[in-house]
């Protein structure tokens, strides 16, 4: 058995989140010659930012630097698990489309699916956990029929969706991508994000008028950059971006045009406002072609802090790197003050509902109990945000699967 190495002080790990995070984010921007002056731990957290951010594969085709062997090995073994799992869901995908026509019913492939498909990344470069599909509600005893004929069971439902999986959800074969990490399916009836507890809904821009047998694409490129927008947003208003989805918008906004853009700004009833934060980081990190008209129109939609605020977050402050556990983190996103004490009593005195939903995620994700907070009292964790330092669950358990998988490699 390994030894897993002692996790450093709290300020010292979130530092060395904040610098592996920004420096590797600029090195996808624009590659340097020399390597980081890292140390040993510094590398391992390196590796957790990877992870983290879904871009291991990214790094080892575009890095000019080595580093260290195990840098370099962990990279080489990641690019090659992410370019099996996706040959894996390659061949997974058509089985999809043809139970779905045997059903004689439609869904909508979303993000990943739709991604892979317009090809903007070499094979393996974009790393895919789930699989999402829309469909109507009405259509859903049709789809799990579908998806019970190639092997997937639902396995839970929530108001937003209805989860399928094919193999013990707490299986989990090692650290960062691997072929045999379950693939879950996840069915959605509607797609909306609360920012930052109003529900913005986008249902009606991506499901296309007609939905025929088998798996649709988006109606348009618009639709598709406004749900990963709208997926953005949501994050980086819970400190939960990645930085997979920045390379997305950023790829994705060369083939977006001018009747796109235009589609994207007035398919609703108000331009979306919520697409500044991401496009901006996008535009920002990188390099992402928005047309400054576009940039304009969103400011003038948006809140005045938000869009203020906007030009000043970094993506360590609202990803997965922001080792702290913020109150309120999306307070800044608010509307109006009548928004902002609704979003303030959701945290505080988080619904049945929302508690149900979180305890569903735990339970998907069972290496989270090696750190003793979703098992605290609410009021306690409460009391944590407010007066002490917590460290996020997520960030903190990347850097000890990191620790530990060096050490055991070492």
Known sequence: MPTILPTPPFHVVARAL?????????????PTEVAPDWNEFEWSVASAVATLHGI?????????WRGPEKWQSFLREQCAQ????????????????????????????????AIRALGIYQP???????????????????????????????????????????????????????????????????LYDPLPSTDIDITARVMPGTLPAGANAYPDLAALLAHLLLRAANNMCSHALRLSQLQDIARLTPRVHAPDWQRLLTAQSAAPWWALPPLLLAQRYCDAPVPMEVLARLSDASPRLLARAARRFTLTEVSWSNLRIAAFPGLVWSTSIGEAVRYARSRLLPDREALAELAHSVSRTPQFAAVPWYGLPHAARIARWLF???????????????????????
């Open 18 to 30: 904040q610098d592996a995070t920004e420096r590797l984010a600029a090195e996808l921007r624009a």
């Open 56 to 64: 291991s594969a990214l790094l080892f085709r575009s890095l000019k």
């Open 82 to 113: 992410s370019l099996h799992r996706e040959r894996r869901i390659d061949a997974f995908l058509p089985r999809i489309d043809a139970a779905m026509r045997r059903e004689n019913v439609g869904v909508v492939l979303l993000k990943g699916a």
């Open 124 to 190: 393996g470069d974009r790393a895919m956990g789930d699989l999402d599909l829309l469909a109507r509600h009405a259509d859903f005893p049709a789809v799990s029929r579908a998806l019970r004929s190639v092997g997937y069971q639902e396995a839970f439902a929530t108001k937003r969706n209805a989860v399928f999986t094919d193999m013990e959800l707490q299986k989990r074969p090692g650290f960062g991508e691997h072929i045999d990490n379950p693939l879950i399916i996840e069915l959605h009836p509607t």
């Open 388 to 410: 002490g330092r917590p460290p996020r669950v997520q960030a903190i358990n990347a850097v000890m699967d990191a620790l530990a998988t060096g050490n055991q490699t070492g």
